[in-house]
């Protein structure tokens, strides 16, 4: 079945084909638009913006898609959009218009949750994970951790109080005078920092529990900068070391939670999806630490951890192979629980063959 996937969750426009099946050719070609520099001077994702650009991207980048793959319309078997979680206005142009070709082409359609897509990425890999695994999701918006054990079947391990990973990540390299998106600027600069000047607390690590915090360490690099720019030290170094301390301290956290995820799942694979997986440190760190136990680590490649239109594609093809589809009506779900999804019954293949 041959599935074109649409994400437009938030700031990046992606597209994506991607034909499964037992003769499937994999992921034919997938294409994203990041609105970075749009939203840049505002420092942060203006809604109402990045609703307009999907408008003035998707067409373009749909064909772009289907010219690289040498594919024509009308052999797309299936579209699958995402429909939540996410900025209403964004999803409903990636919503309207998937619905609206899949009717145009008379083919099923059906709405993808954007975390679904992100934890079923790391199949588009070789080699790819068997079933059950932890899945640890950590992104701009989201910190979970889920034992999957199937396609559909989840249940939420733990996820963040407060600020999500990326969210912090992105809030304190504000805090710091980094260029925006912050997350990726502050582990750039945290490589240059004294790993021994700051430490930073390991927050809710002292007590049972898989929930998350990070709200409190981007609070606490507030408090240090501000202490470092009040006694004049050397700014550039004193920048560079904090970025570093907070950097540690969201990654060992990170480590510990999954230590007892995966105990408590009982399970030998962890796959990490979403923006923040594609942090060097963190992916590092976490094969170490789980090869030690005898837990194999899968991920995404890194221009798959972002926000992107192959991960919908192969979670609509999986639903779609199995039968699901959508009614003619569409909408969107800005709030959309993981749990809420629905099982796949008996599917006649393996996930992503």
Not at 32 to 43: D, F, W
Not at 130 to 152: K, M, N, R, Y
Not at 178 to 193: I, S, V
Not at 330 to 335: E, L, T, V, Y
């Amino acid at each position: 079945m041959l599935v074109l996937g649409i994400e437009t969750s938030c700031d990046e426009t992606g597209v994506a084909l991607f034909e499964g099946g037992p003769t499937g050719r994999g992921l034919l070609a997938h294409a994203v638009y990041s609105q970075t520099a749009i939203h840049a001077e505002y420092g942060g994702v203006v809604p109402e913006l990045a609703s307009r650009d999907h408008i003035r991207k998707l067409l373009p980048l749909i064909q772009e898609v289907l010219d690289q793959s040498g594919v024509e319309a009308a052999s797309v078997e299936g579209v699958a959009y995402t429909a939540g979680p996410g900025l209403v206005g964004a999803l409903l142009v990636g919503a309207a218009l998937g619905r609206s070709l899949a009717w145009a082409w008379g083919v099923p359609a059906i709405a993808v949750h954007h975390m679904e897509g992100h934890l079923l990425a790391p199949l588009l890999e070789d080699p790819a994970p068997a079933f059950p695994f932890v899945a640890l999701l950590v992104s701009g918006g989201h910190t979970q951790l889920v034992d999957v054990q199937e396609i559909g079947r989840y249940r939420i391990l733990g996820e963040s109080v407060d600020d999500a990973a990326g969210e912090a990540f992105d809030k304190t390299a504000k805090i710091l005078g980094l260029p925006y998106p912050g997350g990726p600027a502050l582990a750039r600069l945290a490589e240059q920092g004294d790993p021994q000047r700051y430490r930073f607390p390991r927050p809710m690590t002292d007590r049972p529990g898989l929930d998350f915090s990070f709200s409190g360490l981007k609070t606490f690099a507030l408090n240090s900068w501000q202490t470092v720019r009040a006694e004049r030290e050397d700014l550039e170094q004193a920048r560079a070391d904090i970025a570093r301390a907070f950097e540690e301290a969201v990654v060992e956290t990170l480590l510990i939670k999954c230590r007892r995820a995966v105990e408590a799942a009982g399970v030998e694979r962890l796959i990490m999806a979403g923006g923040v997986s594609a942090n060097r440190r963190l992916r590092s760190r976490m094969d170490q630490e789980m090869a030690a136990r005898g837990v194999s680590v899968f991920y995404p490649r890194a221009e798959l951890c972002t926000d992107n239109g192959a991960m919908i594609a192969l979670a609509g093809h999986e639903r779609l192979a199995a039968g699901q589809q959508e009614a003619l009506r569409f909408g969107a779900r800005p709030r959309w629980a993981l749990e809420e999804l629905e099982p796949i019954v008996a599917p006649a293949h393996e996930p992503g063959a």
